[in-house]
């Protein structure tokens, strides 16, 4: 599988389109469709895998486990900004969508005004 392919599979896997994935990682609309043909730079492709939440030996073909071996999972994840900017929250597997985030937001702000 191309790094391409790659890219578009897990895009898909994640519910978006190859244009939002390179709008998200900062990078032209059509510029990930141009992997077809030659190769992107190392900090595209690391933009990419962030926005996709893979590690870029995954992307590239190296490995097939997802996610990068970097993670620290005893970092604590500030769940406030994880849900109120723009990004990738995912729940079993599946991205959520902003209204479920923007729920769980408010509903995490309720919670913390009845302690």
Do not use: C
């Amino acid at each position: 599988m191309t790094l391409f392919e790659r890219t578009k599979e897990t895009a898909s896997n994640r519910g978006l389109s190859i244009q939002q994935v390179a709008k998200k990682a900062g990078l032209g609309i059509n510029s990930i469709y141009r992997w077809k043909e030659r190769n992107p730079t190392t900090s595209n492709i690391k933009a990419v895998a962030d926005v996709l939440g893979v590690s870029v030996d995954y992307l590239l073909g190296n490995t097939d486990e997802m996610h990068s071996n970097k993670r620290d999972d005893n970092v604590p994840i500030d769940l406030d900004k994880a849900l109120s900017e723009e990004g990738m929250a995912m729940f079993d597997g599946q991205p959520l969508s902003d209204e479920y985030k923007k729920a769980l937001l408010a509903m995490l702000k309720t919670m913390k005004g009845n302690d």
